[in-house]
């Protein structure tokens, strides 16, 4: 036997599943949940109705197929579908819409399961977070993925601030009906920073809004976003690059302060405190301590 290729045929296969129009689902994604042993799903009703509209039988040999699989009880779970999958069997993984293990269960299973040396696949497909990144209009090559934020207190101030600050495209699943006091929220960071209100995407009345963070809190503030709802927040603008002006001001500063800090104190105090080389900090502190008098001593 190949080392960490299982001596069994079984499997843990993540689907993904229409996001809202029932056309998204793959020939492989029907394929796979019809053979199936065990499905694992969010809400066992949703996709016993996915299953019904494709055709497909919730039941098997052994009885239901559907296993429900959410946040609350993902780690109860690991150790049936481990054990369906060491004896040889399929286990498909879906979550309510779209691909599972983005802000929705199966990352756990998928991490368990591949320590354990099992075989994990996926069937891609339909998936919010990509759809909107793509329509949004905002830079691609590079954008995280924020997922559903803290609801209130510190933690929901300190992640909002870390986002604003990241330069790179920021993506945020927010409930309907919280969708307008976060871009409240975000436009008292920054007003003009550009955002796409994604919602009911690939639906009847899908919508893509696009705009400033100010203008999307106060359109928003006025109408409720109905539906599945992604935000696709600008990254944080690069910062101006520190003029040599500035650094000899700050130089300066220390200097008139007279603390008896040597060169090397002040290049690495104000070096953090810039943003910029130690380096420069400390070339300037010697040039300026020449032509003002002050000894050089490091």
Not at 9 to 21: D, Y
Request: with cysteine.
């Amino acid at each position: 036997m190949t080392e960490g290729v299982p001596a069994h045929p079984g499997r843990l296969v993540l689907v993904a599943t229409p996001i809202g129009n029932l056309g998204d689902l793959s020939p492989r994604a029907r394929d796979v949940l019809k053979g199936a042993d065990l499905v694992c799903c969010e809400d066992t009703r949703r996709t016993r109705a996915l299953l019904s509209a494709m055709g497909i039988a919730a039941g098997g040999p052994h009885g239901d197929r559907l296993l429900s699989l959410h946040g609350h009880n993902e780690g109860a779970r690991v150790d049936r579908v481990l054990s369906c999958v060491a004896g040889g069997g399929t286990v498909a993984v879906v979550s309510d819409a779209g691909t599972p293990g983005i802000s929705d269960p199966g990352a756990l299973l998928v991490a368990r399961l591949a320590a354990a040396g099992e075989t994990v696949s996926v069937v891609p497909g339909p998936s919010s977070v990509i759809a909107a990144v793509v329509v949004s209009g905002l830079p691609t090559d590079r954008f995280c993925v924020e997922g559903f934020l803290p609801r209130k207190g510190a933690e929901r101030r300190d992640r909002l601030a870390g986002l604003m600050a990241d330069g790179r495209t920021s993506v945020v699943l927010e409930a309907p009906g919280r969708v307008a006091a976060t871009l409240a929220d975000l436009a008292r960071l920054d007003a003009e920073r550009p955002v796409a209100v994604v919602r009911e995407i690939t639906k009847v009345h899908e919508e893509v809004w696009r705009g400033t963070m100010a203008s999307a809190a106060a359109s928003f503030a006025e109408r409720p976003a109905r539906g599945e709802v992604v935000l696709v927040v600008g990254g944080a603008p690069p910062a101006a690059p520190v003029s040599d002006e500035a650094v000899d001001d700050a130089v300066r500063e220390q200097l008139r302060l007279d603390r008896g800090d040597g060169p090397r104190q002040i290049a690495e105090l104000l070096g953090e405190e810039l943003g910029v080389p130690r380096r420069r900090v400390y070339e300037a502190v010697l040039r300026l301590r020449a032509d003002t008098g002050h000894r050089t001593d490091p």
